[in-house]
């Protein structure tokens, strides 16, 4: 009888020690999940990013977006990259971004729309930019796109602050 007892008050504590251990890495997961403060964007061959919406915590100081490029077409035909700006100035950034050509990443370093921008990739790089959530409101819609010859029209995404 005692021996029994003695086993059960041993079950007792593992099983105590388990759910504590559970509700620990619990907390520890929810917290690393909400200070999440970098994504990373796949590029390929097909004009379009994946995931194609970001959601930037507010608590975050900054941000990184990671760009890969896993196609297989010639940085010539297919190069990438990402600009940031906002849903109102996407066509007027698209415009710059394209005029500014490929020497200058096909970004328009004088066009103070441009909130965030990589440098242009081609298959089989990887480029990160980091920028301070600070200058993002949250409530105004973002938009990301590749001003690429061509691929703004298509190559787009969104962003917000939440
Ligand atoms: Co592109």
């Known amino acids: 009888m005692h021996q029994h ?5 041993r079950l007792r504590h593992l ?30 061959d097909a004009l379009r990013f994946l995931p194609s919406h970001i959601v930037v915590p507010t608590q975050c100081k900054d941000f990184t977006v990671k760009l890969t490029h896993t196609g297989y077409l010639p940085p010539l035909a297919m190069s990438h990259n990402w600009v940031l700006t906002k849903k109102s100035d ?38 990160s930019v980091t920028f301070a959530v600070a200058q993002l409101k949250a409530g105004e819609p973002y938009v990301f796109l590749c001003t690429f010859a061509g691929h703004s029209p298509i190559m787009r995404g969104t962003l917000s602050v939440q």
């Open 5 to 9: 007892h003695q086993r059960f008050n």
């Open 15 to 44: 099983l105590c020690a388990g759910v504590t251990s559970a509700v620990l890495l619990g907390m520890t997961a929810g917290v690393a999940q909400a200070l999440d403060c970098s994504i990373t964007l796949q590029t390929d």
């Open 90 to 127: 996407l066509d007027g950034v698209a415009r710059t971004g394209m005029l500014a050509g490929a020497e200058a990443h096909h970004v328009d370093q004088t066009d103070k729309r441009v909130i965030a921008h990589t440098k242009l990739i081609g298959t089989g790089e990887t480029t």
